[in-house]
Every structure is written in structure tokens, then in C-alpha cells.
């Protein structure tokens, strides 16, 4: 959060969000980091925090919320792949790992809604959605056009990133392929990411 920039950046998961946090964590005057916290929705955003900057004279209509999002497919895929980590092999996580799943058999776990499909991700709809159900973030940009974020930032906070890649996805030892059947019934359900990535420009 840049409050005197009237600022507030959303950590969409799988968008690339920890290379920002590395470039940018130190120099926000608010930031939230690691766990269940870095990731902060946009209906947690309007719960929790909007009205602490509401107390400091910054009402809503003051400031710019924005975030990421991925083409939809991609970011099922990307915790696919991220879940197929080794460290993910044993330990309070095991259950999650990827690593011996086809994408096919992961993508009916998601659908499912049991491990390891994408329990903890949620949706990137209802992670920009505020508490009236909507769209709430002011302004998405493409995750496959993260230049023109950058540049976004760049212009917003008078300053020049150079920023690194960190927590990349490892390559799976399978390709993500999906039958005919499952890809229509991942399609259906991620219809309103599919909606809402369609609007944004670019």
C-alpha cells in the first residue's frame, strides 16, 4: 500500500507477485508478507483495511486498487506446476503435491474441490470480487503483458523497476494436457475468470 501515491497493489497468486514483494516490500509504507497474509483479497482489502485508510482521511475514492490476472487456464495450470515442487514430498504439505498427477487428473481435483487441486487459490474472480460480490479492483492488468504493469508502477511511484524472477514454477515432468470433456467442464467453471480476463485491455 502507497497511501501518499494513492496506491494499493493486490498480490494476485501466480502472477509473478514475489518478484514485486522483493522489489517493492521495503520501500511500501504498508506491506504484507508471507502466509495467509501477503495475499490479500479484495473483499478482505474493502473489510479490513480500506476503513483503516478511511480513519486517516484516505476514503475510497481516493486512491487506485489494482492487481494482476492470468489468462485462466495458465494460472490452473502454474499451481499444477508449482505443486510439483520436491520440497512439497513430505511434510505438513504433502498432500498437495503435484508431482505424480497428470494435469488431467489434477484439473478433477480442482474441480472436485478436495487436495491437491487449487483449495488455497480460490479463484482469480472472487479474489478481485469485493463484498458486494463484484468486480472491485479499479484497474487488472494482464499477467501476459507484465511490461505494461511495470510500467504502470514505474509511472505511479516516480521510480524504475528492475525486477528479478523468484518462485518460478518448476517444469512438471508431464505436459498439461486435458481431454476433450474436462477442458469443456474447466472451461464452464472458470467462466467468470474467462469474462472478466476478456475485458481487460491488451
Known amino acids: 500500500m502507497f497511501p501518499r501515491k494513492d496506491l494499493v497493489v493486490l498480490a494476485m497468486p501466480k502472477c509473478g507477485t514475489t518478484a514485486l514483494e522483493a522489489k517493492l516490500g521495503k520501500r511500501a509504507p504498508v506491506a504484507f508478507r508471507g502466509g495467509g497474509v501477503k495475499h490479500v483479497s479484495m473483499s478482505q482489502f474493502e473489510r479490513h483495511l480500506a476503513p483503516l485508510l478511511a480513519e486517516s482521511g484516505r476514503e475510497r475514492s481516493s486512491y487506485e486498487v489494482v492487481s494482476l490476472f492470468r489468462e485462466p487456464m495458465s494460472w490452473v495450470e502454474s499451481w499444477w506446476r508449482y505443486r510439483s515442487r520436491e520440497k512439497l514430498t513430505s511434510g505438513p504439505r504433502q498432500a498437495n503435491f503435484t508431482g505424480h498427477l497428470s494435469f488431467e487428473n489434477f484439473v478433477e481435483t480442482h474441480l472436485e474441490g478436495v487436495a491437491p487441486g487449487v483449495v488455497d487459490g480460490g479463484s482469480q474472480s472472487d479474489f478481485v470480487a469485493g463484498l458486494d460480490g463484484e468486480v472491485g479492483v479499479d484497474r487488472l492488468f494482464r499477467y501476459e503483458r507484465f511490461d505494461d504493469f511495470v510500467a504502470y508502477l514505474e ?30 467442464r474447466l472451461e464452464e467453471h472458470l467462466r467468470r475468470d474467462y469474462e472478466i480476463y476478456g475485458s481487460i485491455p491488451g
Open 155 to 184: 509511472e505511479r511511484l516516480s521510480r524504475r523497476l528492475e525486477l528479478e524472477q523468484v518462485n518460478v514454477s518448476p517444469d512438471h515432468p508431464e505436459e498439461p494436457t486435458l481431454s476433450t470433456a474436462t477442458r469443456a
